[in-house]
Structure formats: structure tokens, C-alpha cells
């Protein structure tokens, strides 16, 4: 029998403990396990290569997004470099162009270094893939809905345009979560997460993790972990185990409080335009529909005269909202991308693709719908 969304988030990767009937998976705070006898143990030699709360946390995660094989990170920059490790000089990776500035530094100034080079491209537009493809093309790097202009790519259509080519087809899923988005069943390779956003959802914890079916791929990832120790702890996988329970009842109120927001910044007259794929007039609003069972709580919108000075009195005029850097947590945050998330991309890239001084993101939390949208508000009183 499938089971649905919510109950598999509630029960993943849940076993009580042996010892004690505990309903919950122990803490494991150790580095190392007693052996019987030289290689003779029970499954665990030392915590750098298998902990049982993060294996725990592991197999809940590939349940989720409907995968065989999880591995659990220090950061979700932890688990992209993980990942592109398995890539040689020479391999060549096709890159949405508007994504995390995080994994643009990543991929820009320590792989390159590596001579593995990296093609930014719009891949919400199938033609310009076709076009970018070629014979050193090893991986196809996705952000949908992207961060922080929301776009969206249509995962199928990527993975039909490149089939029968040995290309790797990762997913970042950070925005959608499994609860909304399964990019395995779409044809992708390999998911990503930071797990630090909403899988955690608490805003206490840092973690990356990858989902995927290939047995293969999975020992060379699993080889690369444990020799390059990028690896977390047990008490950060209990905090994630922990998350999860509730990550479709916050999914739906997060999804909830998008709607509402973005009804009221829609017809603001001090808004230029909203990025949410929610909107019939977002360019990517059919293939979200296919793909994704709600649309999500991330929201971007450029405020009239898209200026810095403006921008920065708009997000330090809020109350209820947060300006910090991060997203997914039950609280509302609010930050500007051209000076917080995305400054590590250089201005000229950056506004390429609409990331100007006048562009404001918000991770809508959990908070009443009303009083966020009056938070808001006010702030836009204040210019």
C-alpha cells in the first residue's frame, strides 16, 4: 500500500529502539562502537562513516522523495561538493542561471579551478538546453522554482531532451520540498537539499543531504563522504528526524500564507511585479502546475523604482517579519538578495537575470496570514 505524503513524513525512517522501546530514534553522540571481535560489529565502525541517527534520518529523507539511496550532509553546499566530485577536468555542467548564490560561488571559484567548466543557461526554455548540450556535458544542474526569481523548469522535458546521453540530472529541491515536488519521478538523477530550510524548519540546524535510486552512484557519493568527512552530526540528524514530522502540515500553511501575500502585493501600487509560479501570468506557471502539488511559500517582488535606498527602508521597516539571510522556517524572514544572499554573484550576472536593487524575497512562515500582510503594509507606508 502507498502511503500518502503526510504519513510517510510522520513515520520515515522511524523505528523504536530496541533497548528501550523508546518511540522516538536515540541521539547516538558517539565516534566510535565497541567490536566483538576484529570485524565483528553491528553494522558500525565509526561515526564518519554511519551513525545510526543520521543513518535513520537517511533512509526517512529517501522515503520522502520516493528515492532508495539518502546521504546526509554537513551544509547543502557540503552536499553539492560532494556531488560534483564525482566530475573529472575536462566534464562539462549545464547550470540554471539564476540560482543560490552559494552554488555559484561553489561552482565558479573552486571547480573551475578544477577545470571543470560551467555553463549558466535558462533552462525554463527547453531550446536553449538542446543548444547547450555537447559531448563533455556530464550533469545538468537545476534550481526549481528557482532562488530568488522563482523560475521554473520543467524536469521532464529536461530529462526526454538528454535521454540516452550519460548526463547526470540533479535537482536542487530546497523550495519545493518533497511535499510538493518529486523530482525522482520527474526523471531526475539526483535531489539536493538544505535541509537547514524546510526540512529542519526550525531555523536550528545546518544540513545538506541527496536523495537517489542509483545503487552505483550512491557508493561512489558514499566512498567521497567518508573520505572527505563532510559529514553530520547526530544531534543535527535528530533535529532534522524531528522536522520532518511536520513538514507537510507547515508545507500547507506555508503555501496558505503565499497565497494570501501575494494577493495583496499583486495589486500594490508600489509593486512592480511578483515572482511566485502560482500566478496564471508567471511564464513557468504550466509547467509548476504539472509538476508541483502547491506552489510554496517563497515569494520575490520588485518594489517601484527599483531602488536600493527604497528597497533597504522597505525590509528594515518590518516588524513581524525577520531580515535575515535563510528561508523556511516557521518564521517569516525577509532579505535583499543583491546585498545578502546573491552578493557573491557578480552585479552584472546578477541583474542579467533580475536580481536588481529593487528586488525583496520573503520565506513566508507560519504566522497568521493577517498580520503579515499588515506588517507589510506598513512597511510599504514607510516608502
Known sequence: MQKGKGTRAVHAGVKPCEATGAIMTPIYQTSTYVQEGVGNHKGYEYSRTLNPTRHALEQALAELEGGKHGLVFGSGLAAIDNLIKIL????????????????????????????????????????VLKSSVNENTRMIWIE???????????????????????????????????????????????????ATKYLGGHSDVVMGCLMLNDDELDEKLRTLQNSCGAIAGPMDSFLVLRGIKTLHLRMQRHCENGRAVVDFLKDHPKVEKVYWPGLESHTGHAAAKRQMSGFGGMISFTIKGDDKKIANKFVEGVKIFTLAESLGGVESLIGHPATMTHASIPKEVREKVGVTDGLIRLSLGVEDAD???EDLANAFDLV
Not at 552554488?103 to 535558462?122: A, G, M, P, Q
Not at 548526463?167 to 523550495?175: A, E, H, M, W, Y
Open 88 to 127: 573529472k577536468p575536462g566534464d562539462e555542467v549545464i547550470s540554471t542561471d539564476d540560482l543560490y548564490g552559494g552554488s555559484y560561488r561553489l561552482f565558479t571559484t573552486v571547480f573551475e579551478n578544477y577545470d571543470i567548466k560551467f555553463h549558466f543557461v535558462d533552462l525554463s526554455n527547453p531550446e
Open 144 to 194: 526549481t522554482p528557482t532562488n530568488p526569481m522563482m523560475k521554473i523548469t520543467d524536469i521532464k522535458a529536461v530529462a526526454e531532451a538528454v535521454s540516452g546521453n550519460d548526463v547526470l540530472i540533479c535537482v536542487d529541491n530546497t523550495f519545493a520540498t518533497p511535499m510538493l515536488q518529486q523530482p525522482l519521478a520527474e526523471g531526475a538523477d539526483v535531489v539536493m537539499h538544505s
Open 371 to 373: 498580520d503579515l500582510i
